[in-house]
């Protein structure tokens, strides 16, 4: 009998620990940032760390200014991750770059004739054997075996393979830095804002979240807490 009510009693509380975290998916949330910075989602508020405002994320609520960029316009993380994965590119990098170059839009055409989510160029996308440029995953594919390209020519230098991926390598090769174009330049400026919001560059998943169960409390960490 002490053996059967211990099992009922693990039950009992690996059942409430699964409703408390799908009850997520429907509960009000609160977004927090720690003092060291950490953002965490919760599903109530927590003396621990100060409360931003509240709004809402992706169905949830918290302010604009507090909501994590994967929640956001996640539509194409997987193809994201997958890329980031395959070509070693950092997850927040590829993101920024299809928000500067395209607003996440897949059927986008340049005035130059940059097409897609990663704007490429009909000759750049013909030499990467991509057969629809307008295809989400065959265009993010190809953009970041692009963006690897640029990274590897010069030497993880992050503002020049940016520049060579905005104005070309020949341009950058020619002026020997940094076009001083300054669409480049804005480029440049953007894609580094953005990669602060969805990850850095060095991390192939920089917007991943960790669920924590802390004293009661179900929280959602974009680091893990200690």
Known sequence: ??????????LLVF?????????????EIYSYRDEGGKIH?????????????RGIVNGYRASPESRPASLGNSRYDNLIHRAAEYYRVGFGLIKAVIHAESGFNTRAVSRKGAMGLMQLMPGTARELGIRDV??????????????????ELYNDNLRLSLAAYNAGPG??????????????????R?????????????????????RVIKNGTVMLSNRPLP
Not at 41 to 52: D, E, F, K, T, W
Not at 135 to 148: A, M, V
């Open 15 to 27: 059942t409430v620990g699964q409703c408390a975290i799908s009850g997520l998916a429907r509960a």
């Open 190 to 210: 953007r894609v580094l804002s953005l990669m602060r919001v969805y990850g850095s560059a060095g991390s192939n998943g920089g917007d991943r979240l960790f």
């Open 134 to 151: 307008f295809d989400p995953e065959q265009n993010i594919r190809g953009g970041t075996r692009y963006l690897k390209r640029m990274l």
């Open 1 to 10: 009998m002490v053996v059967k009510w211990r099992f009922c009693a693990i």
């Open 41 to 53: 989602l919760a599903n109530r508020p927590s003396g621990r760390i100060v409360p931003l405002r």
């Open 171 to 188: 341009t950058v090769d020619r002026i020997g830095g940094v076009p001083p174009f300054p669409e480049t330049h804005d480029y440049i």
